[in-house]
């Protein structure tokens, strides 16, 4: 079965500084691969997918994320952190063989940031 | 862009109520889901619809049930609530058919349910 495992339920970096969240999955076959966001008292935002293709993704707000099929990981980063970042952001898999044909979500990190 | 509507935002509900979540989306899309949000343990997908008048069981069913009548709406079902119930829960949808695909799931701002 897929799982999704995202280092550190928080991590808090200063205004401007790097953001990297980690993320790590388990799939036998490479998966489709999704960022959300959710900020306070609100649903989940897509910010970036892969699906094929290049391997470097970019969406929304600044944010990329490098597929590495080698290490099974899809981290998300972004140059320089913004207060707005300041969020929960997810990582969840798909299989795209259908086997399961759901997400399947990881535990959520929260981003703080410092001013 | 896609519209995802969930009824309430907030709902206080008693113990052994009946409770109906309601949840609309406007852009046609096949497949539709519940989850619930907890702190630590992300997100729980507890029933899903891939069609009308389809549903399949998630990983959490238990104490729930759904129902999808049309299309565009799929409602979540507390039979008779309990104390464990208390969570936020989130709506989505999907286009695309078949188990998977590569399209994203777009969800509601959510239902912060209380039962007391």
């Known amino acids: 079965a897929q799982s999704v495992t995202q280092l550190g339920s928080h991590v808090s970096v200063s205004e401007g500084a790097l953001v990297l969240l980690r993320c790590n999955y388990s799939?036998?076959?490479?998966?489709?691969l999704f960022w959300y966001v959710q900020y306070p008292n609100q649903g989940l935002q897509l910010l970036l997918k892969?699906?094929?293709?290049?391997?470097l993704v970019k969406g929304i707000n600044g944010f990329e994320a490098e597929f590495k099929k080698s290490e099974t990981s899809f981290h998300l980063t972004k140059p320089s952190a913004h207060m707005s970042d300041a969020a929960e952001y997810f990582c969840?898999?798909?299989?795209?063989?259908?086997?399961?044909?759901?997400?399947?979500f990881g535990k959520g990190t929260k981003l703080s940031v410092k001013p | 862009d896609v519209k995802v509507t969930q009824s309430s935002r907030y709902l206080v509900k008693r113990t052994g109520e009946k409770v109906f979540l309601e949840c609309v989306q406007d852009?046609?899309?096949?497949?539709m889901f519940w989850y619930r949000q907890d702190p630590g343990l992300g997100l729980r997908l507890i029933y899903f619809?891939?069609?009308?008048?389809?549903?399949e069981k998630g990983d959490i069913p238990e104490g729930y049930s759904v129902s999808r009548e049309k299309k565009e709406r799929f409602s979540l079902i507390l039979e008779s609530a309990s104390t464990n119930q208390t969570s936020m829960y989130l709506c989505?949808?999907?286009?695309?058919?078949?188990?998977?695909?590569?399209?994203?799931?777009?969800f509601g701002d959510g239902t912060r349910l209380s039962i007391l």
């Open positions: 989505a949808s999907r286009s695309g058919t078949g188990w998977s695909s590569n399209q994203p799931q777009h």
């Open positions: 799939s036998s076959v490479p998966p489709y």
């Open positions: 892969y699906t094929t293709g290049a391997t």
């Open positions: 969840a898999v798909s299989d795209p063989r259908g086997s399961q044909g759901n997400l399947i």
């Open positions: 852009m046609d899309h096949e497949n």
């Open positions: 619809s891939y069609d009308v008048k389809m549903k």
